[in-house]
């Protein structure tokens, strides 16, 4: 028996969160393409978001991330890494609510720097003061990030094979008709 998926799976949450870590392993388990919109944009641009954010600004790296998100939806049903932003946007919520599930990574401020602090990629954490620019971020993405159809909270040590197996446990509980055994 094989699996495959009527929409979309579509990972939103904070940068460190393990979008893509989580939305790889849980692709090559339902044995769909996993599409990490970030690696997409970069691509497209041929160079780095950081390198977009420093010449073009976040309003242009917006727009691209928008156009990028609704291009990838086009496609068959996978599962998709969201850039940390991007469910900020009204349009990518639409988009993502019209093809596909919302899952929100949860993830606590600690854990969250835990992944973040050495990683020098984050054009958003370029500031005086990182960890603080990364709790003002939470504190005012968290109202919207719930706006997902599904929450599914990080828990401290968990590994990325016992968390992807929860979240496929919670995914085919808030949508037992997602996933499908084709023979």
Known sequence: MRQRLRRHIVLVGMMGAGKTALGSELARRLHVPFTDSDVEIETAAAMSISEIFARDGEAFFRDREAQVIARILRESPRVI??????????RNRAAIKAAGLSVWLSCDLDTLWHRVRQRSTRPLLKTADPRGTLARLLAERDPTYALAELTFPARPGDSVDAATTRLLEAIRA??????????
């Open 81 to 90: 890494s969201t850039g940390g932003g991007a469910w900020m946007q009204d």
């Open 174 to 183: 808030a949508d037992p008709h997602l996933v499908i055994e084709t023979p």
